[in-house]
Structure formats: structure tokens, C-alpha cells
């Protein structure tokens, strides 16, 4: 190997590796503050890529419907649980986010998909359209469980797992798709080039830690966030509302899962039924995080990404084999590390 | 546990259901995967809703069982008779190396941990040459008896519900027997476990063994049904798809797995073949729905459908009391009175910066009763957790009759005769109280888990369940006998531990607030049982804030505060010294 495909295949490998460091992030947000092991993360990441790569080729992308179709049944969820005390505000404020919202951007959707929209707008439509699913899912699935094990959530997520896919191939089709790029051009630098999306990348990448981290640091919500995590009671007992904290986390990672999406699909080919493997690396990186350091994550990521890409070199027939064999060592140390008193869960 | 005679039924009415006149040969197809499947949700009931254990690699043992076989059969030309065994070994010795690896770990690493090896091991299956690699192995040969061949649906029929059936009664023989118990304690978390003895690191890796053995059972029945194997059923949709079926029919129930099994092979079957029907040309609708019935069912019962049929039926009386006249062996009694039997010497506990037991020392003497008070946060449950081995000393040393045991873990102090009780109750809920307090036996019995699964450990287990009856009744529970312990109020929920504790046998007992949540009658039994304790021999050391009943009771009394001692005596002194004082009721009180 010359140093000329070393170096190509480390540009490929971070590259992947960003997007799998900002999935990583998404996981251990949605799971610290929920619970919630997220595995419809990577339909976020197709649902995203694809609904953008439809509008750009002035499709009309069935997500938007199906927002709206998710709006009205939390809508409907809403009603019910406050069936014994309704009242007007509590009604509108459920009308507006639940309803009115996804009509808009339904209405908009249809209106630009007609004609062609430049790429700034598919990438606008299409994440207020995926935040929008991500937020009406955690209402009408995961809300209703929230008092209940990870074990059922985990089931949960399956289920939605399942449906979204299913839903994903009725929406776009059996073919893969490709998107035009975010930002294009390119530069050398020395045997290296670089594309703008790939910078894209990475610029997002590192916006999106930095966010997060100045999100949780600094902000109200992102405390409560982190308390919400720490301790639901706890929480609650200081006035912290529990579903905001949840419908936070969902919508962040629909955000973030979407934006990932969007960043690849002008790199790679993606299939109603990709998001699934993309989904799992981000895990594997968020495991070897330990599912709550966020700059261990992002570096884990990294290295997934640089494993992936060297041994898709080498040796590309067990290149799934060993990115997820990688976790065979990091869970050895992490079980020789295991603290010795460990109070139970449940 | 519970009567055999609806396992009888159940299995009389499969055995029936081939010969039903009009039977459609593909209804047989069906309960053939649902055999093979509830073989292997079976195994996730032991390992997630009974041992708190999740797992999604389940498929990948199935694999291992179902190319076990295969390559055996078809490349060295082995019977399946003799495939079997090999299968079965596979997978378990498999489960060895990678439970190991994973059942240390906990909450959230373990499920993920599973998924990650359980798809690596699917690329694996679809990458080796000598499996077949995508292809997967053909002409494997059917199941025979003699001159006849299962190449029928029908015929294996037999094989895989006899399977299944004998599968679940060892099951629940396991369940309900001494591993059982422990097995059952794992998902409360393992300190309270452990102080009985319990080596819950074993205990975890039986219940990957047995889940995986189950599995790769089912992966060989499978093998000779299809007569092909290929990677895809072992993927991870699959091990994610058996976790669910174990957790739609009722994570905790062995028959929760085959009703699961029933449910959702009979569920994407309806779904295939008549959602087409209603919405016709378009791909994947039954995987929608599939997944949304599945959010749904969620929602109504989180608990799984088995524990929700159940509640139906009406209540069965509690068991039967067991024959108290049955005994144990018990340990030779300690030296007489004035030996020193527990001596804490300069110990100390740092966390951190916090040091949380400040160089202590005291002993306790045979036959005596220690009290140990303090202020909230003086230190005392550290002590406790010092001398039980929970937690392991900066500094200092604790020796028993002589012995030091400073690094000793629980199971080994327990084993030198002190039990203990938890100031947070630490029982399981959904345990009667008479198997809760025969976890504290557990040392005191020699059954393993074989000899359980095939009831060859009756004797035994009476026995075990003759001492915890006894001690129930020594503390006065005998009505709560059968019922779950989490059924009982907080007051008597301690007495139960207390029960649990005098089960070891034990020389030292030591109780943390033993007396608190007692109603005024319940702490004077306390008083008097605690006394006779001592008159018979035993030695207790406990923690309380209950002055009045801790002045009436100890003999001498140890007073901390910041984690350092300040006074000891007896409680005429203790109840004048102006430092004690100082520590609970501020400066010159």
C-alpha cells in the first residue's frame, strides 16, 4: 500500500466516520433522557436523505404525508389523555403543533416539488419534514410507555423500526436514490482531494458537537435534558416536564439522523433499507462511548470509520465482520472495568 | 409449583391435532415454526424476563446448532442422531466463550453488546467457504428412525413439539429449585444475592448456556426440517424478532415464549396472506402493520399477553406448607461467652476525598448484642458493607474468630456464618416470601442445576424449604407464607429479611434498622425474638435509630459519628456520655 491510498482510504474513513459520530450522538441523547434504544435512528438517516434526493428531482416525497398522518394520530393522543380536563389553549396548542404544522409544509412540499426547488429548500423541507416525524412518533409510541422497562422499549422501537422501513419502500420505491451535492466544488491539496461535501461533513460534524455541548452546557433545556436523564423523578419533582425532555431528544436525533442523511446521499447510493447498517455503526460507536460520553463517542466513530474503510481494503468480504467484532475487545475491557457494587435496576 | 396436569392436557391435544380429520397440512407447516421458535423465545425467557439478561444474538446460536448439523451431515456424513449432541455442545460452548465476554456487563451494554456480535456472526455465517457462504449448505439428510423418514412436515411434527414440551418442563423444574431462586434474584441486582452465597456471575452465565443450548436445539430441528440452511434466518431482524416474541407473549413466563411464538408466526402468516388482499400492489404494508400491532400491543399490555390471559383465571390457593421436620445440617456453634467473634480493627473506607469510616475499631463478642448508632451519614451501613465484604476496606483489618477477611467477597463471609439484612429491603417482589427466605439457605444446599432440571434435587430442596418454613414461622409470618413478597407492607418485608438471614444458619447476625417501619407491638417481638437469638447462641450487631428499643435491647453500644467512633459502652454510659449527646442534639444540650 502507498501512502497516496493510506491517505485516500483515512479521508474515506473520517468522512463515514463523522456521520457515525453524529449518529452515535443522537443515540446517547435519545437513550439517556428516554430510555429509549433508538433503532428507527437510521430510518431518520434514509427518511432524511431520501425525501431530499425526491425534491431535487421535483418528486413529491410521501414523508410529508406521512407527517401529516403521524400529526393528526398524536393529535388524537392528546385528546385522549386529556379527555377529563380539556380546555381551549391546551386544544389549540395541540391543533397548531400537531395539525396545522404538518398541512403547511405538506401544502409547501407540494408546491415546490413541482418545480424542481433549489437545494437549500429540499434540505430545509426535508428536515422540518423528519423533526416533525420524530417528534409525532415519540408522542404517539414511546410517550404512552414511558413509565415502563427498557426492555419494552426497546420492543418499541422495533416495532417502529419495522414500520418505518415498510413505509419507506412504499414511499420511495426499491431503487436506490442519489441527491445533488450540498456544496459543491472540489480542491487538491497535495495527492488529496477535497470535495466540498466532504468538508460539508465535517463542518457539520464538529457544529453539531460544539452545539450539543454548549446546548448542554449552557442552556435551560439542556439542563433539564441532562437532569431528565439523571433522574425522571428527580426531575419531575423540580417542575421539569418529562415529555418535553423526550420530545427534545426525539426531535434532536429526527434533526440530526435527517441532516447525516442528507450529507450522504449525494456520496453514496441509498436504499429504502440502508439506514438500518448506518444506524447500527453509529451504535457500535455509541456503545464503545459507554451510551453517555459524548467525545468518546465521536472519537469511537472515527475509529469505526477508519476500521470500516481499511478493512474494506483489505479485506472487503468481512468488512461487517470485523466492524462489529471491534466490539468484542471494548466490551472485554469494559466488563474487566465493571464496578464492583452495582445497585438494581428495573 | 404448579400442577402438571394442564402440561398433560396441552400435550395430549398437540399430540391429537395431526390426526383431526380436515386438518390443512399447512396449519402443521405453522405449528412447526412455532415449535421451532417458542424453543428458542424459551430460552430468551430464562435469560431476559427471568435473569434480566437481553439478548438479540439469539439467531446466531440457532445458526450455530443448524450448521452444526449441516456440515456434519452432508460433508462427513454424520447421522443426525449423533449431530445432536455435537449441535447442542456447539452452541453452549460458544454461549461459554461469549457469555464471558458479555454477561458481565449491564443495562443497556448487554443488549447492544449481543446485537453487535449477533450480526457479526450472521456476516461470518454468509462469508465462509467451507458454510456455504450466501448459498448456505443443501441436501441435508431428514431425521429417520429406523427405515422411516421425517421428510414431512407432518412426521418432524412430533420431534419438534416433543422438543418444545420437554423443553419447558426442564425449564420450570429449573425455576423451581434452588438455582432457580438465584437465577430468579438476578434481575434485583446482585448484592443481596451474593451476601447468601449466590455466585451470580455463574448464575448468568447458566442461564446464556441454557438459552443458547435451547436455541441451538431449535437451529437443529430446523436443519432436518428444511433440509437446507442459509445465513439468512440467523441474521439480527431474526434475534431482534425472537426478543419480541418472548416480550409480546410475557418476558417471565416459560409459556409466555410459546404463546409469543404462536402469536407472531401465526400474525406475519394472516398478514402475508391476506393483507395483500384488502390493499393490493403495494410491497411491504404487512411489515407496517406488523410493526405498528406490535407498538400496540405494547401499549395495552406491557407485561406480555401470558401474565394478562392468566389474571383470568380464578386465583389458586397458596401451596402447601412444607414438612418442618426435615434438617438441616447446621454449623458447630461458637466458642462460649467473652470469645471475640468479630473484630473490626482501624478500618477505614475513603471515596474519594469522603472518608466515610474513619479508622474504626470495635469487636463483637459471642452471645452478645451489639448496637451500632450514629447520627444519618456517621458511617454505619459502610461498616456493614466493610464487614460483609460488599465493599472492601482502605485500611485496617476485620478478622472473623481470628481469621482476616479483608478481601474476602460475600459469598466467603457468608460462608464463616454472618448473614445480614439491607436497610433498603432488598427481596424479590414477585417471589413468594417461603422462596425469598430459602435464598438464604442456598449455601446449605447441594443440588446444581441438572439434578434440578431433571428433579433429582427433591430431597435437597425440601430440606431447604423445611429450614426457611421454620424461620418464617421463628419470626412470626407463617400466614404471609405463599404469598409474593412484594405484596407484604415495608415492616414486614424486613421481618422477612431477617428470616432470609437466620436461614444461613448464621453465628453473626447483622441488621440494618431492623426495627424501622414496626409498629410499636412488632418492634417488642422484634425485641423478644432478637433476645432468644442471643440467649441460644447467636451474636447480633445492628444498626437502628430507635433509641428506646436499642436501650432496652444491646448490651453495648458503639456510637459513630463522621464516620469516626466516639463512645462505646454500655447504654447506662452511652445514654450520659456528653459527647454522644453533642453528636445528636448539637452543643450543650
Same mark, same amino acid.
Given at each position: 500500500m502507498n501512502t497516496t491510498i493510506m491517505l485516500f482510504l483515512m479521508q474515506d474513513g473520517i468522512t463515514n466516520g463523522a456521520i457515525y459520530a453524529l449518529l452515535g450522538l443522537a443515540l446517547v441523547l435519545v437513550f439517556a433522557v428516554t430510555r429509549v434504544i433508538l433503532i428507527p435512528q437510521g430510518e431518520f438517516v434514509t427518511y432524511g436523505a431520501l425525501t431530499y434526493a425526491s425534491l431535487a428531482a421535483g418528486q413529491m416525497p410521501g414523508t410529508a404525508k406521512l407527517a401529516l398522518a403521524l400529526g393528526i394520530g398524536a393529535f388524537a393522543f392528546d385528546l385522549i389523555v386529556a379527555r377529563k380536563a380539556l380546555h381551549g389553549r391546551l386544544i389549540l396548542r395541540s391543533v397548531v403543533t400537531n395539525i396545522v404544522l404538518p398541512s403547511i409544509v405538506l401544502a409547501l412540499t407540494v408546491y415546490f416539488a413541482a418545480q424542481k426547488p433549489p437545494v437549500a429548500i429540499c434540505i430545509v423541507l426535508s428536515l422540518v419534514i423528519v423533526a416533525m416525524i420524530g417528534l409525532y412518533l415519540y408522542r404517539i409510541a414511546f410517550q404512552p410507555l414511558a413509565h415502563t422497562s427498557v426492555l419494552v422499549l426497546l420492543i418499541a422501537s422495533v416495532g417502529v423500526h419495522l414500520a418505518l422501513q415498510g413505509l419507506g419502500l412504499l414511499f420511495f420505491g426499491a431503487e436506490g436514490q442519489r441527491g445533488p451535492a450540498v456544496l459543491s466544488g472540489a480542491f487538491t491539496a497535495g495527492a488529496l482531494r477535497f470535495t466540498g461535501q466532504s468538508l460539508t461533513v465535517y463542518g457539520i460534524t464538529v457544529a453539531f458537537i460544539v452545539g450539543l455541548w454548549l446546548f448542554f452546557g449552557l442552556t435551560l433545556y439542556g439542563k433539564a435534558l441532562r437532569a431528565t436523564a439523571v433522574n425522571r423523578l428527580g426531575a419531575r419533582l423540580a417542575g421539569i416536564r418529562t415529555t418535553l425532555s423526550g420530545q427534545i431528544a426525539f426531535l434532536l436525533a429526527s434533526v440530526i439522523g435527517a441532516l447525516s442523511g442528507i450529507m450522504i446521499v449525494p456520496i453514496t447510493t441509498l436504499y429504502y433499507d440502508s439506514g438500518f447498517l448506518i444506524g447500527l455503526k453509529g451504535f457500535v460507536a455509541a456503545i464503545i462511548g459507554g451510551l453517555v460520553s459524548y467525545p468518546l463517542t465521536a472519537v469511537a466513530a472515527l475509529v469505526v470509520g477508519l476500521v470500516e474503510a481499511f478493512s474494506s481494503f483489505y479485506a472487503s468480504n468481512y468488512k461487517e465482520v470485523i466492524v462489529f467484532m471491534l466490539l468484542i475487545p471494548v466490551l472485554l475491557l469494559r466488563s474487566l472495568a465493571a464496578p464492583a457494587v452495582e445497585e438494581e435496576k428495573d | 409449583?404448579?400442577?402438571?396436569?394442564?402440561?398433560?392436557?396441552?400435550?395430549?391435544?398437540?399430540?391429537?391435532?395431526?390426526?383431526?380429520?380436515?386438518?390443512?397440512?399447512?396449519?402443521?407447516?405453522?405449528?412447526?415454526?412455532?415449535?421451532?421458535?417458542?424453543?428458542?423465545?424459551?430460552?430468551?425467557?430464562?435469560?431476559?424476563?427471568?435473569?434480566?439478561?437481553?439478548?438479540?444474538?439469539?439467531?446466531?446460536?440457532?445458526?450455530?446448532?443448524?450448521?452444526?448439523?449441516?456440515?456434519?451431515?452432508?460433508?462427513?456424513?454424520?447421522?443426525?442422531?449423533? @449431530?445432536?449432541?455435537?449441535?447442542?455442545?456447539?452452541?453452549?460452548?460458544?454461549?461459554?466463550?461469549?457469555?464471558?465476554?458479555?454477561?458481565?456487563?449491564?443495562?443497556?451494554?448487554?443488549?447492544?453488546?449481543?446485537?453487535?456480535?449477533?450480526?457479526?456472526?450472521?456476516?461470518?455465517?454468509?462469508?465462509?467457504?467451507?458454510?456455504?457462504?450466501?448459498?448456505?449448505?443443501?441436501?441435508? +439428510?431428514?431425521?429417520?428412525?429406523?427405515?422411516?423418514?421425517?421428510?414431512?412436515?407432518? *412426521?418432524?411434527?412430533?420431534?419438534?413439539?416433543?422438543?418444545?414440551?420437554? *423443553?419447558?418442563?426442564?425449564?420450570?423444574?429449573?425455576?423451581?429449585?434452588?438455582?432457580?431462586?438465584?437465577?430468579?434474584?438476578?434481575?434485583?441486582?446482585?448484592?443481596?444475592?451474593?451476601?447468601?452465597?449466590?455466585?451470580?456471575?455463574?448464575?448468568?452465565?447458566?442461564?446464556?448456556?441454557?438459552?443458547?443450548?435451547?436455541?441451538?436445539?431449535?437451529?437443529?430441528?430446523?436443519?432436518?426440517?428444511?433440509?437446507?440452511?442459509?445465513?439468512?434466518?440467523?441474521?439480527?431482524?431474526? %434475534?431482534?424478532?425472537?426478543?419480541?416474541?418472548?416480550?409480546?407473549?410475557?418476558?417471565?413466563?416459560?409459556?409466555?415464549?410459546?404463546?409469543?411464538?404462536?402469536?407472531?408466526?401465526?400474525?406475519?402468516?394472516?398478514?402475508?396472506?391476506?393483507?395483500?388482499?384488502?390493499? +393490493?400492489?403495494?410491497?411491504?404494508?404487512?411489515?407496517?402493520?406488523?410493526?405498528?400491532?406490535?407498538?400496540?400491543?405494547?401499549?395495552?399490555?406491557?407485561?406480555?399477553?401470558?401474565?394478562?390471559?392468566?389474571?383470568?383465571?380464578?386465583?389458586r390457593a397458596g401451596g402447601?406448607?412444607?414438612?418442618?421436620?426435615?434438617?438441616?445440617?447446621?454449623?458447630?456453634?461458637?466458642?462460649?461467652?467473652?470469645?471475640?467473634?468479630?473484630?473490626?480493627?482501624?478500618?477505614?473506607?475513603?471515596?474519594?476525598?469522603?472518608?466515610?469510616?474513619?479508622?474504626?475499631?470495635?469487636?463483637?463478642?459471642?452471645?452478645?448484642?451489639?448496637?451500632?448508632?450514629?447520627?444519618?451519614?456517621?458511617?454505619?451501613?459502610?461498616?456493614?458493607?466493610?464487614? @460483609?465484604?460488599?465493599?472492601?476496606?482502605?485500611?485496617?483489618?476485620?478478622?472473623?474468630?481470628?481469621?482476616?477477611?479483608?478481601?474476602?467477597?460475600?459469598?466467603?463471609?457468608?460462608?464463616?456464618?454472618? *448473614?445480614?439484612?439491607?436497610?433498603?429491603?432488598?427481596?424479590?417482589?414477585? =417471589? @413468594?416470601?417461603?422462596?425469598?427466605?430459602?435464598?438464604?439457605?442456598?449455601?446449605?444446599?447441594?443440588?446444581? +442445576?441438572?439434578?434440578?432440571?431433571?428433579?433429582?434435587?427433591?430431597?435437597?430442596?425440601?430440606?431447604?424449604?423445611?429450614?426457611?418454613?421454620?424461620?418464617?414461622?421463628?419470626?412470626?409470618?407463617?400466614?404471609?407464607?405463599?404469598?409474593?413478597?412484594?405484596?407484604?407492607?415495608? %415492616?414486614?418485608?424486613?421481618?422477612?429479611?431477617?428470616?432470609?438471614?437466620?436461614?444461613?444458619?448464621?453465628?453473626?447476625?447483622?441488621?440494618?434498622?431492623?426495627?424501622?417501619?414496626?409498629?410499636?407491638?412488632?418492634?417488642?417481638?422484634?425485641?423478644?425474638?432478637?433476645?432468644?437469638?442471643?440467649?441460644?447462641? =447467636?451474636?447480633?450487631?445492628?444498626?437502628?435509630?430507635?433509641?428506646?428499643?436499642?436501650?432496652?435491647l444491646a448490651d453495648r453500644i458503639v456510637v459513630l459519628d463522621f464516620g469516626t467512633k466516639i463512645a462505646e459502652g454500655t447504654p447506662a454510659t452511652i445514654k450520659t456520655n456528653p459527647e454522644v449527646i453533642k453528636a445528636y442534639l448539637g452543643v450543650a444540650a
Open positions: - | 409449583m404448579q400442577s402438571r396436569l394442564p402440561i398433560l392436557v396441552f400435550a395430549l391435544v398437540m399430540a391429537a391435532i395431526p390426526f383431526v380429520p380436515g386438518m390443512p397440512p399447512f396449519w402443521i407447516v405453522l405449528l412447526d415454526n412455532i415449535g421451532l421458535t417458542a424453543l428458542v423465545a424459551m430460552g430468551l425467557v430464562l435469560l431476559t424476563g427471568v435473569g434480566g439478561l437481553t439478548s438479540f444474538g439469539q439467531a446466531a446460536f440457532v445458526g450455530f446448532g443448524a450448521y452444526t448439523t449441516a456440515v456434519l451431515s452432508t460433508a462427513y456424513g454424520l447421522s443426525p442422531w449423533l @449431530t445432536l449432541p455435537l449441535s447442542l455442545a456447539v452452541s453452549g460452548s460458544l454461549a461459554v466463550l461469549l457469555g464471558l465476554i458479555t454477561v458481565r456487563l449491564s443495562g443497556h451494554y448487554l443488549p447492544l453488546g449481543t446485537l453487535a456480535w449477533g450480526l457479526g456472526l450472521f456476516y461470518l455465517f454468509s462469508k465462509l467457504e467451507f458454510l456455504g457462504r450466501n448459498d448456505g449448505i443443501s441436501a441435508i +439428510p431428514p431425521l429417520s428412525i429406523g427405515t422411516f423418514k421425517m421428510l414431512s412436515p407432518g *412426521s418432524i411434527y412430533y420431534a419438534i413439539w416433543v422438543a418444545v414440551i420437554l *423443553s419447558a418442563l426442564l425449564t420450570m423444574n429449573l425455576l423451581d429449585s434452588r438455582t432457580g431462586r438465584a437465577i430468579r434474584a438476578l434481575r434485583r441486582g446482585h448484592v443481596a444475592a451474593e451476601a447468601f452465597g449466590v455466585h451470580t456471575p455463574r448464575a448468568k452465565l447458566l442461564v446464556f448456556i441454557h438459552a443458547a443450548v435451547l436455541a441451538g436445539l431449535s437451529g437443529w430441528l430446523y436443519a432436518h426440517l428444511q433440509r437446507a440452511v442459509n445465513p439468512t434466518p440467523f441474521g439480527a431482524q431474526a %434475534g431482534i424478532e425472537y426478543l419480541f416474541i418472548a416480550v409480546v407473549g410475557g418476558a417471565g413466563y416459560v409459556w409466555g415464549g410459546v404463546l409469543g411464538a404462536a402469536i407472531v408466526v401465526v400474525l406475519k402468516e394472516v398478514l402475508q396472506s391476506y393483507l395483500p388482499l384488502i390493499l +393490493p400492489g403495494s410491497g411491504q404494508v404487512e411489515t407496517i402493520v406488523f410493526g405498528i400491532m406490535l407498538v400496540a400491543l405494547l401499549q395495552l399490555a406491557p407485561g406480555g399477553l401470558w401474565p394478562w390471559l392468566i389474571s383470568f383465571l380464578p386465583e402447601k406448607k412444607p414438612d418442618t421436620s426435615l434438617k438441616l445440617e447446621q454449623r458447630p456453634r461458637a466458642p462460649g461467652e467473652g470469645s471475640i467473634l468479630l473484630q473490626v480493627d482501624k478500618a477505614r473506607k475513603q471515596f474519594g476525598g469522603v472518608v466515610a469510616v474513619n479508622n474504626v475499631s470495635f469487636d463483637v463478642q459471642a452471645r452478645e448484642i451489639v448496637a451500632l448508632i450514629g447520627p444519618n451519614g456517621a458511617g454505619k451501613s459502610t461498616t456493614f458493607n466493610l464487614i @460483609t465484604g460488599v465493599l472492601s476496606a482502605t485500611a485496617g483489618s476485620i478478622s472473623v474468630l481470628g481469621k482476616k477477611v479483608d478481601k474476602a467477597p460475600p459469598q466467603e463471609i457468608v460462608k464463616l456464618g454472618i *448473614s445480614r439484612t439491607f436497610q433498603h429491603v432488598k427481596l424479590v417482589p414477585d =417471589m @413468594t416470601v417461603l422462596e425469598n427466605v430459602a435464598i438464604g439457605a442456598h449455601l446449605r444446599g447441594h443440588a446444581g +442445576p441438572i439434578s434440578s432440571m431433571l428433579r433429582l434435587d427433591r430431597a435437597d430442596e425440601a430440606k431447604l424449604l423445611a429450614e426457611a418454613a421454620r424461620q418464617i414461622e421463628r419470626v412470626g409470618l407463617t400466614e404471609q407464607m405463599h404469598q409474593l413478597a412484594g405484596s407484604l407492607s415495608l %415492616g414486614q418485608q424486613r421481618i422477612v429479611e431477617i428470616a432470609r438471614a437466620l436461614c444461613v444458619d448464621p453465628m453473626l447476625l447483622l441488621l440494618d434498622e431492623p426495627a424501622a417501619g414496626l409498629r410499636h407491638m412488632e418492634k417488642q417481638r422484634l425485641a423478644t425474638l432478637l433476645r432468644d437469638l442471643r440467649d441460644g447462641g =447467636m451474636s447480633v450487631l445492628l444498626v437502628e435509630h430507635d433509641m428506646g428499643f436499642v436501650m432496652n
